[in-house]
DNA sequence: CGTGAATGGTTGAAGCCTCAAGTCAGCACG
DNA sequence: CGTGCTGACTTGAGGCTTCAACCATTCACG
């Protein structure tokens, strides 16, 4: 496979790009599964699951309307009705009609769903530390962040979230 | 929540890893589905698929053994025998006894298997450079491939895959 | 040799995600 | 008012992944 880089033939990525490729491959199709796995076998929860119930605990009123939720965690409104019905079944979260929009659902933390986060948060912080964060140094800490909003601001140029 | 990291307590992320963290939850959910998005639309394949069939076509004749070929996709083996089953039907991979080990099943590619990846390639390659490389200096690519080995490393220690 | 354990792979069921279609509320305009 | 249009969300079907159970083959070791 050549290099030129002529109209219709695109650019290949060099050796090193091929390199730092496969790896990153690796960490985001490895990262999430072991954190899913671990939630699942402590928590009985998905990662999205967790998001979800991490980011209502942090609202004001535990509370948000459903597609700024969706954005949150990541996942497509869809995605998040399936997952809002499963945890309101298992009680962790509420489902409101918006007083001031009755198009608009309100997503509610409950206490139960609160204290599922505060018993599931530690184990959670633990592996994200562990799978993460031990393996760096500090300075590469904060290229990690640099590089990471670069790269969503690619992936995800609004800052919402396709669905 | 206190950051005092006693031993039941456990050490909290600080501001700065907080934010680091969703940045890299951001990228490692957001990212594959940008490019499974592609790739469907393209060439009607999963991202998952397209690993399949490219590490395949970059071995000596084409050939590895499933538990191998589940190792450089980073899946499991049940997740790739369901995918080779597929990719066989459509004609792009086939499936054979080695003959050297009774219980080992060698995946080979196809000719129609190579095309398509030959035909796939060039799109998915510039989606990648959209993605990721174009937002990153050459130093920060540095950066990223050394940080994403460390992850690697911290995530799948002994090189293989859970299944 | 022969038996038990380990390895490599496949399969079926159950659950989750995606996609497309559908519902209902608000809004604009005549 | 009412007609059409957009926005917010839900639902159902279909496909993919996971999990556990299973089958076949090879290896270890009396």
Same mark, same amino acid.
């Given at each position: 496979?050549?290099?030129?880089?002529?109209?219709?033939?695109?650019?290949?990525?060099?050796?090193?790009e091929?390199?730092?490729?496969?790896?990153l491959?690796?960490?985001?199709?490895?990262l999430?599964?072991?954190?899913?796995?671990?939630?699942?076998?402590?928590?009985g929860?998905?990662?999205? /699951?967790y998001?979800?119930?991490?980011?209502?605990?942090e609202?004001?009123?535990?509370?948000?309307?459903m597609? /700024?939720?969706?954005?949150?965690?990541?996942?497509?409104?869809?995605?998040?009705?399936?997952?809002?019905?499963?945890?309101? /079944?298992?009680?962790?979260l509420?489902?409101?009609?918006?007083?001031?929009d009755?198009?608009?659902?309100?997503?509610v933390?409950?206490?139960?769903?609160?204290?599922?986060?505060?018993?599931t948060?530690?184990?959670?912080?633990?592996?994200?530390?562990?799978l993460?964060?031990d393996a760096?140094t500090?300075?590469?800490?904060?290229?990690?962040?640099?590089?990471?909003?670069?790269?969503?601001g690619q992936?995800?140029?609004?800052?919402s979230?396709?669905g």
């Amino acid at each position: 496979m050549s290099t030129t880089g002529s109209a219709d033939e695109p650019r290949w990525l060099d050796d090193d790009e091929r390199t730092t490729w496969l790896s990153l491959a690796g960490v985001v199709t490895l990262l999430p599964a072991a954190l899913d796995a671990q939630l699942q076998r402590d928590a009985g929860l998905s990662h999205f /699951e967790y998001m979800v119930l991490a980011m209502l605990s942090e609202r004001p009123s535990r509370t948000a309307r459903m597609s /700024e939720l969706a954005g949150l965690a990541h996942g497509s409104l869809s995605r998040l009705s399936h997952v809002a019905r499963r945890l309101e /079944e298992q009680g962790f979260l509420a489902r409101r009609a918006c007083p001031e929009d009755g198009r608009v659902t309100n997503a509610v933390l409950t206490d139960a769903g609160y204290a599922k986060v505060v018993a599931t948060a530690p184990g959670h912080v633990a592996a994200v530390r562990h799978l993460v964060f031990d393996a760096l140094t500090s300075a590469q800490r904060r290229q990690l962040r640099t590089i990471g909003d670069r790269i969503l601001g690619q992936v995800n140029p609004d800052g919402s979230c396709a669905g």
